[in-house]
């Protein structure tokens, strides 16, 4: 088990600067073109597999660090770049960690390679969970799965909505309720191929940030896929359903919810991509705050705008601190008892809008124009609130730890 520091080793020190330079190089000359366009961005996600980021090797590298440091870290610098195009990077990452949580080994070595592509030919991937009905009431799912045993296939049916990549990627992730009565624990993560008869993409929704990032609906139309796409094994899932039964009264029961499973993982990332939104906001502003002159003086002389920096700085590394702790936790296997991931993901997420909105104030009018990027960190950073669970799900799930109350 690796001890907590807050040093970064020599190895995660080249890693954080060799991100960073692809987030200054490559990314930020990009970002207001492919924010304006509304379009997945291939050419920039081809240009992070050259360089080995887009790669199953490279996330693994930081998926199993040790310290649990390297994945935040890295993070923290692609969206500092820019978060539309860090998600378009990044956002396969969600199915990917839907296998690594739900899924047999066969089935990793299978899939995950799949996902990614190579540099000559990238694709992408989607984890579909979310639906028009069951956003942060995941018991309220409405997709279905259902086992056709004379041809071991499952067929599947539903839409599915906000996804990252849907209708695009090579490989979809969706969570589908196997048994209705068993509530949130009656649900299954499937794995639909690429081609497969039946998947197609919907509505694509046109966003207030993270605009680079592809986002639509996914409608499932009689999806039939092979027994073995079930992540897990139906052998598994039977027994994991007849446990369900057997405790159906039991107020603590602990059995496993598959969308739930990957959320708990993929919080304190998400907490790290808002510590990178906030941080190049609040560097923004620093560096302006002290060219700036009103009065004769750089406004940062100024009591109000310097104690303004203070409490972003302050936030910044607040939150930093949280998502570090939780994904060091992780990594230990030390249960979350206190939901320490939801306080991670909650803290960075608010902390985030604040700074963004701290920035467009320290640059007055120009920070209301799209000629600073500020005014679109701004936009990006409203989504760390919302989604893979709202604020006030994170609130809720803090709230029902401290209780001990089981979270369902």
């Known amino acids: 088990m690796a001890g907590f520091t807050f040093e970064l080793n020599e190895d995660q020190k080249q890693i954080r600067d060799w991100l960073h330079g692809f987030a200054s190089e490559v990314m930020r000359p990009a970002a207001a073109e492919w924010d304006e366009r509304e379009e ?32 935040p870290m890295a993070m923290e610098e692609l969206f500092w770049g820019d978060a539309g195009l860090a998600l378009s990077i990044v956002g396969t990452g969600l199915a990917a960690v839907g296998v690594l949580t739900n899924g047999t080994e066969e089935q990793i070595g299978t899939w995950i390679p799949q996902m990614y592509g190579d540099a000559h030919d990238v694709k992408v991937a989607a984890f579909c969970s979310s639906e028009p009905d069951a956003g942060s009431d995941v018991a309220a799912m409405r997709t279905r799965a259902r086992y056709d045993e004379t041809k071991d296939e499952w067929v599947l049916n539903g839409t599915k909505t906000w996804v990252t990549n849907g209708g695009i990627a090579q490989v979809h992730v969706v969570v589908a309720v196997i048994d209705p009565e068993a509530g949130s624990k009656g649900h299954a993560s499937f794995v639909i191929p690429p081609g497969t008869p039946g998947l197609a993409q919907g509505q694509k929704f046109h966003k207030h940030g993270i605009r680079a990032s592809h986002t639509a609906e996914v409608v499932l139309d009689d999806v039939r896929i092979p027994g073995h796409c079930l992540l897990g094994g139906k052998e598994r899932l039977d027994e994991r359903l007849a446990r369900t039964r057997e405790l159906a009264t039991t107020p603590d029961s602990r059995v496993r919810n598959a969308a739930m ?3 708990e993982a993929s919080r304190p990332v998400v907490g790290a991509m808002a510590v990178g939104t906030a941080r190049a906001a609040y560097e923004i502003a620093l ?30 590394d607040a939150a930093r601190l949280l998502v570090w702790r939780a994904s060091w936790m992780a990594a230990s296997g030390k249960p979350f008892t206190s939901a320490e991931g939801s306080m991670a993901k909650l803290y960075a997420s608010e902390a985030a809008q604040r700074v963004t909105a701290q920035a467009i104030q320290i640059l007055g009018g120009n920070g209301f124009t799209r000629e600073y990027p500020v005014e679109r960190m701004h936009r990006d950073a409203a989504i760390y609130t919302i989604f893979e669970g709202t604020s006030e799900i994170q609130r809720l799930v803090i709230a029902r730890a401290l209780a001990g109350v089981p979270i369902r």
């Open 261 to 263: 499973a990957t959320f």
């Open 40 to 71: 997945t961005p291939w050419p920039v996600i081809q240009e992070a597999a050259k360089a080995g980021i887009y790669s199953l090797d490279f996330y693994a590298q930081q998926y199993f660090d040790p310290t649990g440091l390297g994945l």
């Open 287 to 316: 560096d302006y705050a002290k060219i700036r002159q009103q009065f004769g003086r750089p406004i940062i002389d100024n009591q109000g705008i310097a104690f303004q920096l203070a409490d972003m700085r302050t936030g910044i």
